[in-house]
């Protein structure tokens, strides 16, 4: 099974960036929906963005249209989520996943996940 590793994760003040990296073990260039989800504390992992067959498809959820970009290198087996004009409401743990469709970014349409990696914007 794939092994996923998140990093990029840390504190910025509201309006600033980050971006989140998410490394593979297997090749993520076709055949796979490769997503990114969050969660906050007390509540149900959420879809946030995702990208199917390398550049075939992207989706992205309505509160972050606009201020996320989501990307992948698949000679590197990584995935990326720019992340621009951050909200304190963005703040949660962050996952990469991947699964055989993107399924409307639904979390049981996903199999392998990653260990996450915290964001926290400050008002």
């Known amino acids: 099974q794939v092994q996923l590793v998140e990093s990029g994760g840390g504190s910025v003040q509201a309006g600033g960036s980050l971006r989140l990296s998410c490394v593979a073990s297997e090749y993520i260039g076709s055949g796979y929906c490769m997503a990114w989800f969050r969660q906050r504390p007390g509540e149900e992992r959420e879809g946030v963005a995702g990208?199917?067959?390398?550049?075939?498809?992207?989706y992205y959820a309505d509160s972050v249209k606009g201020r996320f970009t989501v990307s992948q290198d698949s000679k590197k087996n990584t995935l990326y989520l720019q992340m621009s004009s951050l909200e304190p409401e963005d703040t949660a743990i962050y996952y990469c996943?991947?699964?055989?469709?993107?399924?409307?970014?639904?979390?049981?349409?996903?199999?392998?996940w990653g260990q996450g990696t915290q964001v926290t914007v400050s008002s």
């Open positions: 996943a991947q699964g055989r469709h993107c399924s409307n970014l639904r979390a049981a349409a996903f199999g392998y």
């Open positions: 990208i199917y067959g390398g550049v075939i498809s992207k």
